[in-house]
């Protein structure tokens, strides 16, 4: 076992050494042609005169005369298809091709001169029959060193690798490109020794001298047998498939996917980029979701060259928002955050990325009526964004006024301060937990649709619109990250209950669609957005679990820790009195919910906001239930408040 490793690690030595010394200069490469030219040279003599019995009568220059000139000939014909600036190790058809050309165009040349030579002096200069054979002799020998040394190069390559072996998922182009690119790599991890195609007829063909396989269960039982545990899938594959059916079966047989960017051009600084990138594809990737299109023509019409202000600008929602606004090239960016630090990197990441565009960065918290006066006084926005919040169900159950003071009050003062200066469009970014609410987080924010619903009939000069959606993969304080951390320890995974489920969306699909709702909207809607099939946590934790390269149970359990104060088993995108009604982007849909006066309305959250600086958490929770009937506490201390009412 020791003499294996030591045989193993001096294979890799010898593999790192041969490719630190990097490519042989293209002097180098033209003189080795060059004298690889001078042998075919002389063996075409030779064969003429020993098969052809070729004999040089009436040639007035030397065969030593003639070789010097052929050389000076072959050299310039080098130089002309630049036949030395490739590697040799890399060569490809295209380098078979100049080298050929090089050759032949050679020899013509030289066999043109001896034509008009000889017409104009009875006599030749070059031997015609060698002039011919040194085709096609000089062409084998300068292939078979290119061969030779790229067939050298790759044995002690395969040698020398110690990585896991993968095959590759696809066998059009892009699957192709990506095992080239890992055969030609010094520096891979992986050792492609395969490919898989879903079609029965490919599993008859090799690709690049390894075997196609068919996506069946005996793939997976030679797998085993070889000790193949990785499968790379291109970005253009991916797009072909639904990921949620077509790749779970590989984490079924825990078998780890990984994946690679994008790339449009194959040399050797897009390899290192590709390679140095390739890693496991992402949870959101077995989401099985529908690719989100939007009216862009639209959104473009009312955020260009206005003033757009986003609260919350620095939290996962409000960023990619930003990143998604100045797509459609607004005046300028107002970017609103109470939080210093994940403000000044999201500026600093901005300004590197869209250099021309206008931002704004505004320390403030909505909280803080005069400062969100002062802000709007100065810059005056023309549309709103408003997905400042706090959003922790745990957390504002611990806290309720808190969740009174920046949900509902923090909203109410962008609301009246969007209505005073006249902004044209005002966006809340709401969620499912408003619908028939089980706790203070989701009865805040149904609390604050209702503000802003019924603010919208007391002003004809700004639109308010709400948008709701569900759970946010990866965004701050979700599942995926919290899992990732626990998978990171090794475990246990925690989940609240095996039956849990939740609605889940991208940050970047729920973004572009609260754009195209509030381009809808023609105000006082609350826009719901389909938000596609649940998912299971539990499933969520185990395929994450899978993609990590661990066996659920095995390597790290999954525990139950029962549920959290406030949280149910599912979430509700409408209200069991509520209707949709459709709009133009089948994703999006219209809730038909009650509204309510805005004096009566206004009044109670004026009292509610009072009652939340009292410091006095039931009777601010004892109020939210007034408001808000349908709030019902579930596993929370505030149940015992819905006995009285």
Known sequence: ??????????????????????????????????????????????????????????????????????IAVQAVCFW????????????????????????????????????????????KLFMNTALILYIFVTFVLLFCIRVGVKTLYESIRQAAISGPKVLIYGTKTAGIAIAKMLMASGNTPYHPVGFIDDKREERKYKLLGMRVHMLDEELFERMRSNHIQHVIISPLKMKELNPAKDLTVFLEHNIKILTTPSFTTYNEESTKSVIGRIDSIRIEDLLERET??????????????????????????????????????PRAVVLLEQAESPLHDLTLDLKSQVPNAVLIPCIGNIRERERVE????????????????????????????????????????????????????????????AVNPTNVMGASKRIAEMYVQALNKETNDTLFITTRFGNVLGSNGSVIPYFKKQIQ???????????????????????????????????????????????????????????????????????????????????ELLNQKETTLPTENEKIMIARVREYPFEEVSKGIDELIRLSYEGKPFETVRKMKELVPEFKSMNSVYQKLDAKI
């Open 374 to 433: 002062e802000i709007f006084s100065e810059f005056r926005p023309d549309v709103v964004y408003h997905a400042a919040a706090y959003k922790h169900v745990p957390l504002m159950e611990d806290h309720p006024n808190e969740a009174i003071h920046a949900n509902v009050m923090g909203t109410k003062n962008m609301a009246d301060m969007s209505v005073k200066y006249k902004v044209e469009r005002f966006v809340m970014i709401s969620t499912d937990k």
């Open 1 to 70: 076992m020791k003499h294996k490793l030591l045989k193993e690690l001096k294979q890799s030595d010898i593999f790192s050494h041969l490719s630190s010394l990097g490519y042989l200069p293209r002097w180098c490469v033209l003189l080795l042609d060059l004298m690889t030219c001078s042998l075919g040279y002389w063996l075409s003599i030779w064969i003429g005169s020993s098969l052809f019995h070729y004999q040089p009568t009436g040639v007035v220059i030397s065969p030593i005369g003639q070789y010097g000139i052929l």
């Open 80 to 123: 002309l298809f630049h036949t030395y600036s490739g590697i040799l190790r890399y060569s490809t058809f295209i380098d078979t091709l100049k080298v050929l050309s090089s050759v032949v165009v050679c020899s013509m040349t030289l066999l043109l001169t001896n034509i008009v030579w000889q017409l104009a002096n009875s006599e």
């Open 489 to 571: 320890k090794g475990g246990p995974v925690t989940v609240t209950h095996p039956d849990i489920i939740r609605y889940f969306m991208t940050i970047p699909e729920a973004c572009t669609l609260v754009l195209e709702a509030s381009v809808l909207g023609n105000g006082g809607e609350i826009f719901v957005f389909d938000m596609g099939k649940p998912v299971k946590i539990l499933h969520l934790a185990e395929n994450m679990i899978r993609l990590a390269g661990y066996t659920p149970y095995q390597d790290i359990q999954i525990t139950f820790t029962g549920l959290r104060p406030g949280e149910k088993l599912y979430e």
């Open 292 to 329: 989100i299109r939007i009216n862009t023509e639209n959104v473009s019409k009312v955020l260009k060259n206005k003033v757009v202000l986003i609260s919350g600008a620095a939290g996962s929602i409000g960023q990619e928002i930003v990143r998604q606004v100045l797509n459609y090239e």
